[in-house]
């Protein structure tokens, strides 16, 4: 069963716009992970906050976690066309190794 | 290095048949996970294998199955085919498999008519 939902489950933006998206889980976690896919296409690991952990930068990723809401979000800066694609958070559990995924986000960046 | 491999990338099979679906990790890692994805139910986790023992097993019908042999690729099976196992399924490789990112191959699209 999915951990939990992003939101919005739809995001359309032009380039050089931010987008945010964000992520409710429901149980305690270990950490929490950001993955983008193209088109039906494998997912690319982009980021990964620890439990410990507040925010997390990377290049132009910027990942919030705050496990008091059992949330997360993840902002894109200056978005690209090629940013276009889903985006899911996974989390995982204290001595699992599953990756439990929300429903995620298509983003859609227009040039 | 060489990225996880999946093959075939698209597979149509018949109700009621079987089929085989390969996955080769990066090399080194001994952890290999798959995952069925489609549209109404998302990512839902089928296996874990690590080191040739299943690990964990996710909330599936006993139709689908997997090994690791010892080089550490991994083959998972699905029995008796149904419409709706129709899915793309995901490979996704780790050192140890836990605590870090996983790294996915491009998944094999499989449809069954």
């Known amino acids: 069963s999915q951990q939990g939902e992003e939101d919005p489950q739809a995001l359309s933006i032009q380039e050089g716009e931010n987008a945010t998206m964000n992520c409710s889980y429901k149980t305690s976690i270990n950490n929490l992970q950001w993955y983008r896919q193209n088109s039906g296409r494998g997912l690319v690991h982009l980021i990964l906050?620890?439990?410990?952990?507040r925010e997390k930068h990377s290049g132009r990723l910027r990942v919030t976690l705050d496990t008091s809401k059992k949330s997360s979000s993840l902002l894109i800066t200056a978005s690209r066309a090629a940013d276009t694609a889903s985006y899911f958070c996974?989390?995982?559990?204290?001595?699992?190794?599953?990756?439990?995924f929300g429903k995620g986000t298509m983003l859609l960046v227009s040039p | 290095k060489a990225g996880v491999t999946q093959t075939p990338r698209y597979l149509i099979k018949t109700r009621g048949q079987q089929v085989t679906l390969s996955c080769s990790p990066i090399s080194g890692h001994r952890s290999v996970s798959w995952y069925q994805q489609t549209p109404g139910q998302g990512l839902q986790f089928l296996f874990e294998?690590?080191?040739?023992?299943?690990?964990n097993k996710g909330n599936f019908p006993g139709r689908f199955s997997g090994r690791q042999f010892s080089n550490s690729r991994s083959e998972m099976n699905v029995s008796t085919l149904e419409l709706g196992d129709s899915a793309l399924y995901l490979c996704?490789?780790?050192?140890?498999?836990?605590?870090?990112?996983?790294?996915f191959g491009q998944g094999t699209r499989l449809t069954v008519v």
């Open positions: 996974a989390t995982d559990e204290e001595g699992y190794s599953t990756l439990t």
């Open positions: 996704a490789s780790t050192p140890t498999g836990t605590s870090t990112e996983a790294f």
């Open positions: 294998y690590f080191s040739e023992t299943q690990r």
């Open positions: 906050i620890r439990s410990n952990e």
